[in-house]
T-cell receptor
Framework: GENVEQHPSTLSVQEGDSAVIKCTYS??????FPWYKQELGKRPQLIID???NVGEKKDQRIAVTLNKTAKHFSLHITETQPEDSAVYFC?????WGSGNTGKLIFGQGTTLQVKP | DGGITQSPKYLFRKEGQNVTLSCEQN?????MYWYRQDPGQGLRLIYY???????QKGDIAEGYSVSREKKESFPLTVTSAQKNPTAFYLC????????????FGQGTRLTVV
């Protein structure tokens, strides 16, 4: 089955700097890669996602890149702010149908701290 | 007000007792999931369901059971066979049949006393 590895487990940056979180996945059938942000005491919420037919996607200060050949994808946050401090999770999901289940498998999470 | 609701928020259980966590959604989603969250281990999949009356084991299903009798509901029972049940449990749902955003409930923190 799918296995998702996420690095680093903790990341501390100065306000205004960039932050990069990397994930690798094992199942070449995976074709959907979302990123979730979980603030302390709250539920995870989707911040950006990318599908396998796209190499890069950007939404304001956040971007995600995907390398299907190498089976890795990354989250990039530019101009970090203290409110970006949270736990970030990557995930991978295979397509539905044709014997696939579409289940969503998460990485171990990265605790990002942005110092003012 | 649409969403996914878990109850209770906090739950205490004595060793040897079964306990059921509730998860209800009114988003008309086909797919529902249960995850367990432990520090440093991310979200680990316990069970998932693609459609009513069908569900599959995830990576850590031992000691847990689920049912999916209604589209809106996907309760999780933590049985006495689960060796280390103290954790934060998250339920999620998504449209299904295609890869889209999963929406999470607010979670249930289970503590064995």
């Amino acid at each position: 089955g799918e296995n998702v590895e996420q690095h680093p487990s903790t990341l501390s940056v100065q306000e205004g700097d960039s932050a990069v979180i990397k994930c690798t996945y094992s199942d070449s059938a995976s074709n959907y890669f979302p990123w979730y942000k979980q603030e302390l005491g709250k539920r995870p919420q989707l911040i950006i996602d990318i599908r396998s037919n796209v190499g890069e996607k950007k939404d304001q200060r956040i971007a995600v890149t995907l390398n299907k050949t190498a089976k890795h994808f990354s989250l990039h946050i530019t101009e970090t702010q203290p409110e970006d401090s949270a736990v970030y999770f990557c995930a991978a999901s295979e397509s539905w149908g044709s014997g696939n289940t579409g289940k969503l498998i998460f990485g171990q999470g990265t605790t990002l701290q942005v110092k003012p | 007000d649409g969403g996914i609701t878990q109850s209770p928020k906090y739950l205490f259980r004595k060793e040897g007792q079964n306990v059921t966590l509730s998860c209800e959604q009114n988003l008309n989603h086909d797919a529902m999931y249960w995850y367990r969250q432990d520090p440093g281990q991310g979200l680990r999949l316990i069970y998932y369901s693609q459609i009513v009356n069908d569900f599959q084991k995830g990576d850590i299903a031992e000691g847990y059971s689920v049912s999916r009798e209604k589209k809106e509901s996907f309760p999780l029972t933590v049985t006495s066979a689960q060796k280390n049940p103290t954790a934060f449990y998250l339920c999620a749902s998504s449209i299904g049949q295609t890869n889209t955003e999963a929406f999470f409930g607010q979670g249930t923190r289970l503590t064995v006393v």
